[in-house]
């Protein structure tokens, strides 16, 4: 297993955000988090990410414990994530923001940019490649958020709800990216309200509600998951 | 915003140095001279805040702290136990290395306004002690440097040695401005300054980039605080660790252009050069109105080129060749 959290909570005062949540993520495979509004998805992500220390449990990747460790410490270990509220470089191209992101593994401002060009025109952004990132709207910047991170060359990337709010084609290109970028080896973690993107692309399906884990499996057994339908995706989802 | 560091910024520098060594070689005019060894001193100390307030996105409003300190340690070395001010102002600068990287440690998770306010009251800390500290500087009453010429003693007959210095001096910190720009570190500066919780979240080290930032710029203020102490050859603390000095330092940076090598000198040699001109024209009679033009011309810059004149001045440019091309 390349992730493995284990029994990790989160307590914010008297209110206890992620309960006991176990769950784990072998090499290679694409897995959905899902779950309600508040049901503490992204209090999971700063925890694994290392923005917040949890409460109790313990979270591996590769084999090594990295509870704990400041966030910038996890992405040189190989997890990186990217901002569900997308933080972009506002005052440097899209370019310049992916260099920044190849910098933490190369020294060399030839390399970095060499090494940024390339992702940039994987990620489909060659287009704006010199435009600031201020200027993009909302999808694009979402691909930029995943351009940087993957700059950083993770062994496995945290997306938080990077398909939310996108068009139909830029849906579909990122749906595609997301695709390419497995299928050359990157595993991947995915927040995701879009419930059709999460089924296409996931393998497996871990579901959280009030901050507990009702459900984990592939999404043909998640989606019948009486729990489920009660907690999240509603009748009509089960009707259809 | 990097590819702003081209040729044409070095052409402006450089044709600035040049003129600035000129000036004591072909005019007699002490007052143009003295001018122009103040203008360059403030381009060199504005270019050292600029890599923490323009670079690194950290607003300091205490290097006047920094300034004094680098100041006061070559003058003090040099009075009690006549150390060479070159060492002194090593000394000074090492000093203030220090101070500096453990104020940034300590406040390296207060951001913006937070972090402005710590600075401040660092540097209200230091004037206090620096003013009440009689036995060690002579409180308010101020410390004179001995006038004896040498190269030693860092102290000069003539101009040019002193304009030569201090050209020098900000050759130094211009061209680790033009380093950190194209570098590794700069990138991650302006990753950091963008925006700190992305800049952890792809890997970089913001502690250690702020504390390394921010020793830096101090470490060149306190280099020009010595050549400060040694060209005036007085040094008390209602100026030399002044808040109007680290507010000066800032200000120059805005009105040229943050985060950009030739800002600063811009900046500085544009806020220098009114500054002197309207004192000299209307300080005498109706005091105080000198004062009165100068924030109105300030405030005027400002509104016009919100960006600094170094991006502002050519974006100017564009717009006035285009009706004609049209």
């Avoid at chain 2, 001010?85 to 500096?100: D, I, K, N, Q, R």
């Amino acid at each position: 297993m390349l992730l493995e959290v284990e029994r990790v909570s989160k307590r914010f005062g008297g209110l206890t955000a992620v309960s006991e949540v176990s769950f784990a993520v072998a090499e290679g495979q694409v897995v959905g988090l899902i779950g309600p509004n508040g049901a503490g998805k992204t209090t999971l992500f700063n925890v694994i990410a290392g923005v917040l220390r949890p409460s109790s449990g313990s979270i591996r990747f590769a084999g090594r414990e990295i509870s704990g460790l400041r966030p910038y410490r996890i992405c040189r270990a190989g997890l990186c994530r990217t901002f569900q509220i997308v933080k972009p470089f506002r005052n440097l191209t899209v370019l310049e923001n992916v260099v920044v992101g190849a910098f933490t593994r190369v020294r060399e401002r030839r390399a970095a940019y060499a090494d940024a060009l390339k992702i940039v025109e994987a990620t489909g952004l060659a287009r704006w490649a010199d435009s600031l990132a201020q200027a993009l709207p909302i999808g694009l910047r979402k691909r930029v958020e995943v351009a940087r991170a993957l700059a950083t060359r993770p062994r496995m990337i945290l997306l938080d709800e990077v398909m939310n709010g996108l068009n139909p084609t830029e849906l579909r290109e990122m749906m595609d990216l997301i695709r390419r970028l497995n299928s050359s080896g990157l595993t991947v973690l995915l927040i995701e309200h879009v419930m059709a993107a999460v089924m296409d692309l996931c393998q497996r399906i871990v579901v959280v509600h009030h901050g507990e884990k009702i459900a984990d499996g592939s999404p043909e057994a998640v989606t019948r998951d009486p729990r489920v339908v009660e907690a999240y995706l509603g009748e009509d989802y089960l009707m259809r | 915003m990097f590819a702003a560091t081209d040729i044409r910024e070095h052409v402006v520098a450089g044709s600035l140095f040049a003129a600035a060594i000129l000036i004591p070689l072909t005019s007699d005019n002490l007052f143009l001279q003295d001018a122009t060894i103040l203008i360059l001193l403030w381009a060199g100390l504005a270019s050292s805040w600029n890599i923490a307030g323009g670079f690194a996105g950290q607003i300091s409003l205490g290097h006047a702290a920094f300034f004094g300190l680098g100041a006061y340690t070559s003058t003090l070395l040099k009075l009690h136990f006549g150390l060479s001010p070159w060492l002194g102002m090593l000394c000074g600068g090492a000093l203030v290395m220090l101070t500096s990287g453990f104020i940034a440690f300590a406040a390296t998770r207060l951001r913006g306004p937070y972090f402005s306010l710590v600075t401040l009251a660092f540097a209200a800390v230091v004037q206090i002690i620096a003013a009440r500290w009689y036995g060690l500087t002579r409180g308010n009453e101020g410390l004179s440097i001995p006038f004896e010429p040498g190269l030693g003693n860092f102290m000069f007959t003539g101009k040019l040695p002193w304009t030569l210095i201090v050209v020098g001096y900000v050759l130094l910190v211009y061209a680790v401005s033009v380093w950190i720009a194209r570098s590794r570190f700069g990138f991650q500066l302006a990753g950091m300054r963008e925006d700190e919780d992305a800049a952890q979240a792809i890997g970089i080290d913001t502690r250690l980039l702020k504390v390394g930032a921010i020793a830096l710029s101090a470490f060149l203020t306190a280099l020009g605080g010595s050549f400060y102490a040694q060209y005036v050859g007085f040094l008390d603390p209602g100026y030399a660790l002044s808040f109007d000095l680290s507010i000066k330092f800032a200000l120059m940076c805005i009105i040229g252009g943050l985060g950009t090598p030739l800002g600063p000198i811009l900046g500085a040699v544009m806020i220098t050069t009114l500054e002197m001109y309207l004192r000299a024209k209307w300080g005498g009679g109706r005091s105080g109105l000198y004062l009165v033009v100068y924030g109105a011309l300030l405030i005027l810059i400002v509104r016009v080129m919100p960006i600094g004149l170094v991006r502002g001045i050519p974006q100017l440019l564009v717009r006035w060749r285009k009706p004609r091309a049209a």
